[in-house]
């Protein structure tokens, strides 16, 4: 039984898990915008891909087993946005990546640039899971050319 894209846990309402795991993920995405500053985008790419592979991945945030996957994901992007708003897409991306990887997805961060003529330069960056871009209102290279893309390098594979 779901609610609100939670699962039910014995012993605690949806709700309840929710803001656990959201307090868990607003910490994450906080040590996620302390790393950017410090750390480039491949070495933070490498850092979760590692960490994926951690077998404490597996318990955090603590609570996760009792969301579905699209409640978490929808987590992390919140707790994301927060520390940067609309701006988040880099920290977001990592965030959520992280999370999609110790799930045992294929993972990867891309970074794209919009070249069009008479607008502003910007930069994008998104999510590649299992080869399809992830969470996305509109396939972001229409709008974006992708100029890096960085796999999780260990991630962990889902059990057979």
Known sequence: MTSAGAAVAPGRAPEAWDRVVRAQLWLAAGLVEIALRHRRVPDLVAAAGRAAASPAARWYPAGRRALT???LDELAADSGAFWRGDSACLSRSLLRGWLAATAGRRVALVVGVRRQ?????AAHAWLEVDGAVHAEEQDPTLTYHPIATYPLAEQRRAST
């Open 117 to 121: 003529p008479g607008t502003p330069f």
């Open 69 to 71: 996957g699209t409640r």
